[in-house]
């Protein structure tokens, strides 16, 4: 036909950049990992283990796991305090968990009564109420979606029903329907899929359903999990033109910049989702330290909450996220809408961004000693101002050892790490 299907996976680099720019720029988004697994919270019949993968470390029956839905009622949750969290962390999007592997839907999904609509006390719209706040808010709004599901009984070969499974009719009568329903009713401006190393699916069913869904919503940005590329939790393509937009690292950093987009998930303690006894919580330095060497290498940083069967955010994990929201308000320049360098990092813990037209370069220091910095790599031209964010008055700098050395003023702003930004004369 005349109308054939546009073929999204034949993007132009160009047509690419413009529409993951605004993605890219954001540097920064909040992962929220909710289901019904806040319920046990890491703990069943008296065992400690198991977070969102409460169901499998335990085998728990599908029977037993469907009560959790009964007690589901967090009446502390609050849409716009989650968001505000987010805002103030200087976070730019969210990430949030529509369906994980036990397969619960988070939303008011006519496809099936497992979800929180019908199968729990609650009956609140989770999903329709962040994707109001975050729009309220001017913070973009994603999903996080599971393609394992072992909830639904043709998703699982290894359930024991009557019927063998049809793993294609749980993909064209159940996942794509679902996927359809969240893109036309709250509108995600990512998808970010997982479990798609369940042996069922395949790349060519990945890039069907990419080009499904960018023909929902052209600008969608979908990470590459869609597909069966990812290398494991290393998390980048492991092949050429796979389907996905960007790798996803998970629990780790690259080692240096790729030429292809990326974004590291990471948790604040030791789970995605609430576990009671987890109280295992990097520090705010360590996730600055984090944010600043994803942002020099040209990444994105997806930073994971777990809230509470009440509807809470750990007050640990707020906390360390107000303090990385205080540190961006002084820094922020240095981590929005910048570019990487390819020399990101000098010595261990001197490193580098650069504004995307690369006239301004930014050199973000943790440690110091003494009353002065010393920088090797970069050669600032002469008449070039070295300011300190948060401080209005130049520093005085002078040549160095082929580089520059800067003299720091006795009070630094802020905590954690500091930067300079090199601006050359007009
Ligand atoms: O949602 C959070 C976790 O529940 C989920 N991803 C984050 C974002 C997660 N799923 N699995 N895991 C974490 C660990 C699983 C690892 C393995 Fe594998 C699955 C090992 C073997 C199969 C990864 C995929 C490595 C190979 C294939």
Redesign the pocket.
């Known amino acids: 036909s005349v109308f054939a299907q546009k073929n999204y996976l034949e993007e132009s680099t160009s047509a690419k950049k413009q529409r993951l720019q605004w993605w890219q720029d954001a540097r920064f988004g909040m992962?929220i990992?909710w289901g019904l697994y806040a319920v046990p919270a890491g703990e069943y019949n008296g065992k400690d283990g198991g977070?969102?993968?409460i169901m499998d470390t335990h085998k728990i029956p599908t029977s037993e796991y469907e009560k959790y839905a009964a007690q589901f009622n967090p009446q502390k949750f609050n849409a716009k305090e989650w968001v505000n969290i987010a805002k103030g962390a200087g976070a730019k999007y969210i990430v949030f968990?529509s369906k994980?592997?036990d397969g619960f839907s988070m939303w008011d999904s006519k496809i099936t009564n497992y979800d929180i609509m019908d199968a729990t006390p609650f009956k609140r719209d989770v999903i329709k109420e962040l994707a109001d706040a975050c729009k309220a808010a001017g913070i973009e709004f994603g999903l996080?979606h599971?393609i394992m599901d072992w909830h639904q009984p043709d998703a699982n070969p290894k359930q024991k029903t009557e019927q063998k499974p049809d793993f294609s009719k749980y993909r064209e009568e159940y996942l794509k329907p679902q996927l359809a329903e969240l893109i036309k009713k709250y509108d995600p401006a990512i998808l970010w899929f997982?479990?798609e190393?369940t042996p069922e699916w395949t790349e060519e069913q990945g890039k069907d359903l990419y080009n499904y869904l960018r023909t929902l919503k052209p600008s969608l940005i979908i990470n590459n999990r869609i597909g069966k590329a990812?290398n494991?939790?290393a998390g980048m393509n492991k092949y050429e033109n796979a389907a996905g937009d960007f790798g996803?690292p998970?629990q780790e950093i690259l080692k240096s910049n790729s030429k292809d987009y990326w974004e590291s998930?990471m948790t604040i303690n030791n789970n995605?989702?609430f576990v009671k006894n987890d109280h295992n919580w990097k520090s705010a330095e360590k996730l600055i330290d984090n944010l600043i060497d994803v942002a020099a290498k040209g990444g994105n940083y997806l930073l994971?909450v777990g809230p509470d069967a009440q509807g809470e955010i750990p007050e640990p994990s707020v906390e360390r996220l107000a303090e990385m929201g205080k540190w961006l308000d002084i820094n922020k320049q240095a981590i929005y809408g910048t570019k990487s360098l390819t020399n990101y990092k000098e010595g261990d813990n001197i490193r580098f961004t650069q504004s995307t037209d690369g006239k301004i370069t930014y050199a973000i220091f943790d440690k110091h000693s003494g009353d002065e910095i010393k920088i090797s790599s970069i050669h600032p031209k002469a008449g070039s101002k070295i300011y300190l964010l948060g401080i209005d008055k130049p520093l005085t700098w002078t040549k160095s050892n082929g580089g520059f050395t800067v003299k720091l003023p006795a009070e630094l702003p802020g905590k954690y790490a500091w930067v300079l930004k090199i601006q050359p004369a007009a």
């Open positions: 992962f990992h977070a969102e993968w968990t994980h592997h996080y599971s997982d479990g190393w990812r494991s939790m996803t998970e998930c995605w989702g994971n």
